[in-house]
């Protein structure tokens, strides 16, 4: 069955009633899936540093379910990621806008993990859906304004797993207790092959 396009006022009502342990858990599943594409957009312009990203989303992973921060180094891995994110003015890749949505995702989990606004969380799901969206134009050559360009850009197999796997990670917080169990279910990326979500 097809979903229907992402929409970020009714992800906020949900995510909102959330315990924020689980709120910060479904944000670090999202950040997990990104990662992928920015390590594609490192091996294709020879620039960034994927492991930076990755070891601030494993620092917020390891804060689960009961783990307190440091708000020191929350700063300290921020400042880190911010400085990874590419200008697009300085790279011809096609991939530069996935690589800076990562970077502002990642950003948004740590912003979370010092503020607790459920509003990061669903900024993080945001990009995930948004860089698609883009991927999918540049990749498919869509015409920007054809009459059929959001139904195509949502029936698309990317967009469609991203919007299934955010279905199954909500539905799976919203009715279980956050366990290691539960953690290892939103953590496993396995059926991505070790691509990020755009499959590169």
């Given at each position: ?22 709120q910060l ?152 207790p956050l ?22």
């Amino acid at each position: 069955m097809s979903l229907r396009p992402f929409n970020s006022a009714a992800m906020l009502v949900r995510i909102r009633r959330l315990p924020s342990v689980a709120q910060l858990a479904f944000g670090c599943a999202c950040c997990q899936r990104l990662l992928p594409n920015f390590f594609a957009f490192e091996q294709a312009t020879g620039w960034g540093e994927v492991a930076v990203l990755r070891n601030a989303v494993e620092y917020v992973w390891n804060l689960l379910p009961f783990g307190v921060a440091e708000a020191n180094q929350v700063h300290q891995h921020i400042e880190r990621c911010e400085a990874l994110a590419p200008r697009s003015d300085d790279f011809d890749s096609l991939l530069v806008t996935a690589a800076q949505d990562v970077c502002f995702s990642v950003c948004s989990l740590l912003d979370f993990v010092l503020h607790g606004d459920p509003k990061s969380i669903v900024q993080i799901a945001t990009y995930a859906t948004d860089s698609i969206d883009l991927f999918v134009q540049e990749t498919e050559n869509m015409a920007p304004g054809a009459s059929d360009l959001e139904h195509r850009i949502l029936m698309n197999p990317l967009m469609q797993k991203e919007l299934k796997r955010q279905e199954a990670d909500l539905v799976l917080l919203e009715n279980t207790p956050l366990t290691d169990v539960v953690i290892g279910k939103l953590k496993d990326v396995r059926d991505y092959d070790g691509l990020g979500n755009l499959g590169v």
